[in-house]
């Protein structure tokens, strides 16, 4: 079964580094999605990307952050300068249509000291 | 200092029985809900969507209620099993039409006792 995958499992950075989290989507998927869960609280959406452009993104989502599909396969997500309230787990999605079933990565742990 | 995580709800069920798990939306615009269940460690995991003009649907062992007058999203789960033990959220499509923007509920833990 086709599945989304994402390296590293684990990142340690320290804080005010850059870090490139990346994604490889389900093949066929048109739309591709992050998010982030800090530890003991909710997914939050960050951005959705469609089309080689950003569709929408949160508040969260401010110039310290971008994405990128470098290729044909690849969906990444880069954090320019990281701040300790970055550390979170942060998940990949993709799905066919825009209004269809998203499928989640495994996800990225993200620790800034 | 430490920053204080939700707390989440807890449900614990005995092997065999059914489980309800509950969550309210807030957006009335919402045409799409979908429950997640997540397991340590792990990504959130399809378990079945319904759409606005549906108000109840079914999959294996699971069925979502859909209740637009109150906002109320319920996942029930029959014959719960040792390994429906995770965190259940629940996630809507405030903007339809869109992208889905996906907004997630606080979760339910599911815990299964023997």
């Known amino acids: 079964e086709p599945e989304v995958t994402q390296t590293p499992s684990h990142q340690v950075t320290q804080m005010g580094q850059e870090v490139i989290l990346r994604c490889v989507p389900i093949?066929?998927?048109?739309?591709f999605y992050w998010y982030r869960q800090i530890l003991g609280q909710k997914v939050e959406f960050l951005v959705s990307f469609y089309n080689n452009e950003i569709s929408e993104k949160s508040e969260i989502f401010d110039d310290q952050f971008s994405v990128e599909r470098p290729d044909g396969s690849n969906f990444t997500l880069k954090i320019r300068s990281t701040k300790l309230e970055d550390s979170a787990m942060y998940f990949c999605?993709?799905?066919?249509?825009?209004?269809?079933?998203?499928?989640f990565g495994p996800g990225t742990r993200l620790t800034v000291l | 200092g430490e920053s204080v995580g939700l707390h989440l709800p807890t449900l614990s069920v005995q092997e065999g029985d059914n489980s309800i798990i509950n969550c309210a939306y807030s957006n009335s615009a919402s045409d799409y809900f979908i429950w997640y269940k997540q397991e340590s460690g792990k990504g959130p995991q399809f378990i079945i969507d319904i759409r606005s003009n549906m108000d109840k649907r079914q999959g294996q062992r699971v069925t979502v209620l859909l209740n637009k007058t109150v906002k109320h999203l319920s996942l029930q789960i029959a014959a719960t099993q040792p390994g429906d033990s995770a965190v259940y959220f629940c996630?809507?499509?405030?903007?339809?039409?869109?992208?889905?923007?996906?907004?997630f509920g606080t979760g339910t833990r599911l815990q299964v006792t023997l």
């Open positions: 999605a993709s799905s066919e249509g825009n209004d269809s079933e998203q499928f």
């Open positions: 093949s066929n998927h048109l739309y």
């Open positions: 996630a809507e499509n405030p903007d339809p039409g869109t992208a889905s923007k996906l907004t």
